[in-house]
């Protein structure tokens, strides 16, 4: 653990580390992956200790939602990292036909992780895998409302990774405030907006470009052509893994009277199937994480004139909230304007699917939009009309397990994304290179930009630098017959000097 007042100590070593050109080589980035991957592997038990003290959160959710996550996100990276690394060749135009183009990534330098609270094992570590194989050196920084896994992390990450290229910064206010003073190649921070907007402030002194995981509320919306049974199953899961402290939670419902009849019977059903008459003793809920948001939830319950269906349920000493869906809230209620960030789930009648887009783009851009419906058009409708992080259609929370798709917001959610490549491009500069040789043809192809300046020499560099669609066959002979040319011209130089 690094304390505060040796910070700029700790950036300064890692850069330095990162300067030698420790970080670059592939052979080192795998094996820094590969003790990742066995830090998760030997460590499972003592992981789902931590979040059980942090949380309370049950087994299945700590390997499912933590663990495990993690785990494939690494075993991506050593399985891609060889083909994430190489040069990518670019497309050219006439003029630069003889030449190499290409992108190169580079790696930033000393980037800072700075986790959250909610999945404090995967938000602080989640990124690691990509910025390792980027070749970065990173300095994370848990959250210290989990404080059980910041420790764990703070003991772990020395032991299993380079101890100079990899360090972990814990405390609160104060040791973050001092961090974020110092000059980083890229932040990537996971949590509110409020905060959000604190590390951005400071980001802009030093020009570090950031990644801003947010959040919001997310929208549901249901219409009468889904399956009701299955849909029921698949929202009421996602509201309630970690007690619905999850930045993609479904936050509130859009549909009609209809709809909301049988989907309230339906839930009411499987709050009962799932977690028992009494699911403050279920095994299978988590808890609320500290006092502070505890008393917010139990705010937004007191202050909403809308019908509690179910649940409503509540234990201060225990951190408890009950699984609660509430019918008619009106729409100026504290619980419709900010992310609700627990196991609250309001429904609001719609009566049409434009009603419900419109309903969404009069609010600030969510992290990610849920559509339940049959209906084709309906669907297209909101992926056309709607503006979101994400979009997943029948389901809800599963996208973040497909990573070949990125993960971020838009506007108020969030900028920039990750998982998979997107991890590592993030973590990258994408450096422009073009090389060129010393050829008669490359010369005579680019002469007419010498001085004397003449209108000719306008007329055929408006038609070399002409943007225009080659097929790649075209190319292919162009390049032929632009190398015998450049062959040709050389060897009739050779001769006559």
Request: aromatic residues 8%; glycine residues 8%; charged residues 20%.
């Amino acid at each position: 653990m690094v304390s505060t007042g040796q910070l700029t100590r700790v950036v300064d070593n890692s850069r330095a580390a990162f300067l030698s050109g420790r970080t670059r080589p592939l052979a080192w980035r795998m094996s820094q992956l590969q003790s990742l991957l066995q830090l998760l592997d030997e460590n499972e038990a003592e992981i789902c200790e931590a979040l059980g003290k942090d949380l309370r959160k049950p087994k299945q959710e700590c390997i499912s939602f933590e663990i495990e996550f993690l785990r494939n996100d690494v075993r991506g990276c050593i399985n891609n990292i060889q083909d994430w690394m190489a040069d990518y060749y670019v497309e050219k135009n006439i003029v630069t036909v003889m030449d190499t183009t290409l992108i190169h990534y580079d790696p930033l330098g000393v980037v800072l992780i700075m986790g959250a609270w909610n999945y404090p094992m995967m938000l602080s570590l989640g990124p690691l895998g990509g910025a390792i194989s980027a070749g970065n050196c990173v300095i994370i920084k848990p959250s210290e409302l989990a404080p059980a896994t910041s420790s764990l992390i703070a003991t772990l990450i020395p032991r299993y990774l380079d101890k100079e290229c990899f360090q972990v910064v814990e405390g609160g206010i104060l040791e973050t405030t001092e961090l974020l003073e110092e000059r980083f190649d890229h932040i990537f921070f996971t949590g509110s907006g409020a905060v959000g907007k604190i590390v951005g402030e400071a980001a802009n002194k030093h020009l570090t470009p950031v990644t801003l995981e947010l959040g919001g509320k997310s929208p549901v919306y249901i219409d009468s052509s889904a399956d009701l049974d299955i849909t029921a199953r698949r929202l009421l899961w996602a509201k309630c893994i970690n007690l619905g402290q999850t930045c993609i939670a479904p936050d509130y419902v859009l549909c009609s009277k209809e709809v909301e009849v049988k989907l309230v019977e339906k839930m009411r059903s499987l709050i009962g199937e799932w977690y028992g008459n009494d699911p403050q003793k279920s095994p299978n809920l988590c808890r609320i994480i500290n006092n502070r948001n505890w008393e917010r939830l139990h705010n937004l319950l007191k202050s909403t004139k809308g019908k509690v269906e179910i649940g409503g349920e509540n234990d201060s000493k225990d951190l408890y909230i009950a699984p609660t869906v509430i019918t008619e809230v009106g729409l100026d209620e504290p619980i419709m304007l900010d992310e609700i960030f627990g196991p609250i789930l309001p429904i609001v009648s719609v009566k049409s699917v434009d009603e419900a887009v419109e309903f969404i783009n009069k609010r600030d851009k969510p992290l990610t939009l849920y559509v339940f419906s049959s209906n084709k058009a309906t669907q297209n409708a909101f992926k056309t009309k709607t503006s979101s992080g994400s979009m997943v259609v029948n389901d809800a929370i599963v996208h973040l397990s497909v990573e070949t798709l990125p993960f971020g917001g838009v506007g108020a959610s969030g900028m920039g994304g990750y998982h998979g490549k997107y991890t590592f491009t993030t973590f990258s500069h994408q450096k422009s290179v073009l090389g060129r040789d010393f050829s008669a043809l490359g010369e005579y192809l680019g002469e007419t930009r010498y001085p004397p300046y003449q209108d000719w020499k306008i007329d055929r560099i408006s038609l070399l630098m002409k943007n225009r669609k080659i097929p790649k066959f075209l190319s292919l002979i162009l390049y032929l017959a632009c190398f015998f040319l450049g062959w040709l011209v050389s060897s009739l130089e050779n001769k006559f000097n």
